[in-house]
């Protein structure tokens, strides 16, 4: 059965530092999504991206975030300089339409 | 108003025996509705979209009231293998990609 992968699945980081989550979605797939959930808390959306641009983003995803698709596989979120409060789980969704979501197993960020 | 809302729980529910709860939302032009699960330290696994005109999965009901703005699920027969967060979706937009979650309501059948 196709699923969405991520790595890593833990990363540990020093605040300010630069992160790369890296997803690869299922391949037929066209809506990609990054959602994070601090732990105890809801599940949050960030941002949606759908025909090599982004379509969606909350108030969180601000000018520290970024997604790409380089490769037409890969998916990325980057977190150009850490902060403690950027600790959480992120999970990659993927979507063959406008609604039923496929999760990857997440990403777990610690920043120290 | 919060734009996906639900009752945390935790639902205390005897094996064998009927659940429901609800979820509202805020805003009144959105058109997709689904229901997740979510295991502890797992990610969210859809259970089921939710319809119109209503529909059902197995032990699993699910209904949409659009004039009150909720969508609620029903959970018969309850198995051990229930017990999770139930979490609520809804595209807050009408022609747009906004899924955004409920706080998730929690259940816990117990033997």
């Known amino acids: 059965e196709p699923e969405v992968t991520q790595t890593p699945s833990h990363q540990v980081t020093q605040m300010g530092q630069e992160v790369i989550l890296r997803c690869v979605p299922i391949s037929n797939h066209l809506y990609f999504y990054w959602y994070r959930q601090i732990l105890g808390q809801k599940v949050e959306f960030l941002v949606s991206f759908y025909n090599n641009e982004i379509s969606e983003k909350s108030e969180i995803f601000d000018d520290q975030f970024s997604v790409e698709r380089p490769d037409g596989s890969n998916f990325t979120l980057k977190i150009r300089s850490t902060k403690l409060e950027d600790s959480a789980m992120y999970f990659c969704?993927?979507?063959?339409?406008?609604?039923?979501?496929?999760f990857g197993e997440g990403s777990r960020l610690t920043v120290l | 108003r919060k734009e996906v809302e639900q009752d945390p729980g935790p639902f205390n529910v005897p094996e064998g025996a009927t659940v429901a709860f609800n979820c509202t939302y805020s805003n009144s032009a959105s058109q997709s509705f689904f229901w997740y699960r979510q295991d502890c330290r797992k990610e969210p696994k859809l259970l089921m979209s939710?319809?119109?005109s209503g529909n059902e999965d197995g032990r699993f009901t699910a209904q949409l009231n659009r004039a009150s703005q909720y969508i609620s699920l029903l959970i018969r027969d309850s198995k051990l293998s229930d017990s999770a967060t139930y979490l609520c979706v809804v595209n807050l937009r009408a022609a747009g990609n906004k899924l955004t979650f409920g706080g998730g309501t929690r259940v816990l059948v117990k033997p």
């Open positions: 969704a993927s979507s063959p339409g406008r609604g039923e979501l496929f």
């Open positions: 939710v319809y119109s």
